[in-house]
């Protein structure tokens, strides 16, 4: 489990969208590949849905990740 500290600086919701991206970035996560759901970040990180929400917005306002009906989220660029 991955539990953030407040200790970093910086807000929990961009630590994890940043997690996310390093993970896209080295090939982790392919184009097409389901990222972790707001569930699963909200337990593998302890933090509130709305914080692992925050976080996939970010990365889909930012073009990394997008919904798919019926696949959840998923690496852009597929």
Do not use: N
């Not at 929400?53 to 696949?71: F, N, Q």
């Amino acid at each position: 489990m991955t539990k953030l500290t407040a200790a970093a600086g910086e807000p929990p919701y961009l630590r994890i969208a940043a997690e996310i991206r390093r993970r896209i970035a080295d090939g982790e996560l392919a184009p097409g590949e389901r990222v972790p759901s707001t569930r699963r970040i909200a337990e593998q990180w302890g933090v509130a849905l709305a914080t692992a929400t925050k976080a996939l917005t970010t990365l889909r306002l930012e073009g990394l990740v997008e919904a798919r009906p019926r696949a959840g989220t998923v690496v852009a660029g597929a």
